[in-house]
Each structure stands twice: as structure tokens, then as C-alpha cells.
């Protein structure tokens, strides 16, 4: 079987699994329940979690996360494509283990650490303790050996943290340039654009300075990083002004209304970008974008669901409510 007819098979059973997503009438639903035993319990009635009789929140919600792998392993022809996703969860386990093995505190335990990431506690610690930071794939090396020095020589975490997450971005850019498919290059574009500018917002909050704010950014196509971030040290209305004049003008909106209007609306750009894949029938552009509305699926109804845990008022949960895929 050729690869375009694996994928116009696998497209179809992926075009009958979103059906099931949730829509925004059905979140509607959810956010209606009065208590957060309801809600559990409208989960449940969806097929969402396992059997168990008295399932958590955490659990339901693991569940349908490994549901979705599960499909995803079953269908795609090559697994590798979806490697731009995991880049997140891999190099905050080096982080976490960088800091554990620079640590005398005892405090340090594996629940630091990413599960599901194929970088495993263990194996990192041995590698870092060792030095050996070549062993670790291309995209890594460099910035574990620099992050290891620094906290090393400095104690500094924050600077540990900045040098890796800029290496984590750049190693999503650099995957989605070298990817055939469109969506990945756009979701790659996306996601470290919209990283930059949640930089330069919490930095400008924070008074950090522009070699803080363009040592932790990546550069990308759609944004100029030496502009956001002057943009950013001069306040947050030229913060704004500058978002107006990009790609992101939605964005310096949101910024406007509140902290999580700005959240719903950098996951919501996410979303908007993988919008165009419900037509598309020949690659795996369809495969990626239900992996990652399956994941802004789970992350609504955590946002829900610790809502109504807390007690909440509806109007701030539903602040916070992202966009649905269908």
C-alpha cells in the first residue's frame, strides 16, 4: 500500500474519531454541570476515562490522552512526523535533570519528570553526572553542556531554564523547517512565535532587561525579535503597538482585556492554524491537527474541571475556555 493511500485511510477513520470531539456546544454542556462531581459524571457518560468507579480528574484525563495515542500509533505510517510535539516534555526532563544533578538537596524525586517522555530520569541523570553530553540527540547537546556549566558556576535557575527553553524552541523551528508538510512548518511557526511573545509579555511585567528578553527568545519568520523585545522594555502599550503591526494583532487585543483572555488566545491561534486540515484528505496534515485538538480538548476541560473544584464563578471559568477544533 502507498503511503498516499495508507494516509487517505487513516484520514478516514480519523474524519470518524472527530466526530466525537467536543464542540463548543457540548463545552457549553460541561460548564453548565453545578458541581464538579456532575461534571466527572457527564465526562463519563461521554466515554471519557476508564471504568474505574471513583476516577479522578488526573486520571480521566490520562486516560484520554494515551485513547488518543493509541489511534494516532495505529494509524500513522511514520511516528517520526509527530516528534515536534514531544520537543516540550523532552527538554524539561534534561532541565529537571540538569537541576537534580547539580542539587545537594534530597528534596529532588522523579515526579520532576515526564512519564510519557522517551528521555527517562535515569538515563539523563547517568549522561549529565558523567558529562557526556554528546550522547544526547544533536538539538540537546550544546545547551545541556551550557545550562549544566551555568547552574553549576552561578546557581543561577532561571538563566539554566532560559538557555534551554530558547534551545527547546529552536529545535521546533528547526524540525518544522526540515518537515515536508505544511502544517508542521506552520504549527513550528506558531508555536515558538507565540513562545516569543508570551516571553516578552511576562517579561515587560517583570522588568526584565533586553538582553534577558533576546537571550531567551528564538528568532522566527513572522516576528522581529529585536523589536518585540524593545517594544517590550518600553511598556506594555508599545508592547501592543508592535503586535498591531504582525500576524499577532489579535493577540495585542487580548493582552488588553486580561491575563487569560491572553492565554485562551495564544492556544486559540493554535488552533486557527490547523483549522484548514478538516479538508484535506492525502497527508498526515489531519492525523496532527486531531492530536493537537485532542490536546486543547484536554486541557479545556482540566481548565473546567479545577474550575469547578475551586469553586469558581462561571463567568471566570469560561474566560478561560479555549476554541473547539469542530
Not at 100 to 124: F, I, M, P, V, W
Not at 150 to 175: F, S, W, Y
Not at 232 to 248: I, K, N
Request: net charge negative; with cysteine.
Amino acid at each position: 500500500m502507498s503511503n498516499s493511500m495508507e494516509y487517505t485511510y487513516a484520514v478516514a477513520r480519523i474524519r470518524a474519531k472527530e466526530t466525537t470531539l467536543f464542540s463548543g456546544a457540548v463545552i457549553e454542556q460541561l460548564l453548565g454541570c453545578k458541581s464538579y462531581e456532575e461534571a466527572i459524571r457527564f465526562l463519563k457518560e461521554k466515554g471519557w476515562g476508564s471504568a474505574e468507579a471513583d476516577e479522578t480528574a488526573e486520571s480521566l484525563l490520562a486516560a484520554e490522552r494515551e485513547k488518543t495515542w493509541e489511534i494516532i500509533r495505529e494509524l500513522a505510517p511514520d511516528l517520526s512526523v509527530f516528534d515536534v510535539l514531544s520537543y516540550s516534555k523532552e527538554f524539561h526532563n534534561l532541565k529537571a535533570a540538569i537541576k537534580e544533578a547539580c542539587s545537594t538537596e534530597k528534596a529532588l524525586t522523579a515526579n520532576l519528570y515526564y512519564e510519557d517522555a522517551s528521555l527517562k530520569r535515569g538515563a539523563l541523570l547517568e549522561l549529565i553526572r558523567e558529562k557526556a553530553f554528546g550522547d544526547l540527540p544533536e538539538s540537546m547537546a550544546a545547551a545541556a553542556e551550557e545550562a549544566y556549566t551555568t547552574l553549576l558556576h552561578t546557581r543561577d535557575g532561571q538563566l539554566c531554564d532560559v538557555i534551554l527553553d530558547r534551545a527547546a524552541l529552536e529545535a521546533i523551528l528547526a524540525a518544522g523547517k526540515d518537515a515536508d508538510d505544511a502544517i508542521i512548518r506552520e504549527y513550528a511557526e506558531s508555536t515558538v512565535a507565540i513562545a516569543d511573545i508570551k516571553i516578552a509579555v511576562r517579561a515587560q511585567k517583570t522588568g526584565k532587561s533586553l538582553e534577558f528578553m533576546k537571550r531567551a527568545m528564538a528568532p522566527c519568520e513572522t516576528l522581529s525579535v529585536d523589536s518585540l523585545a524593545r517594544a517590550a522594555v518600553s511598556g506594555d502599550a508599545a508592547l501592543r503597538d508592535y503586535l498591531s503591526g504582525t500576524d499577532y494583532a489579535e493577540g495585542a487585543q487580548a493582552m488588553a482585556q486580561s491575563p487569560s483572555a491572553f492565554e485562551r488566545w495564544c492556544d486559540n491561534r493554535i488552533i486557527r492554524t490547523i483549522a484548514p486540515q478538516k479538508y484535506n484528505s492525502f497527508s498526515v496534515g489531519p492525523l496532527f491537527a486531531y492530536l493537537l485538538a485532542r490536546e486543547n480538548e484536554i486541557k479545556t476541560v482540566r481548565i473546567i474541571l479545577t474550575g469547578k473544584l475551586n469553586e469558581m464563578p462561571e463567568a471566570s471559568i469560561r474566560e478561560r475556555v479555549r476554541d473547539m477544533y469542530v
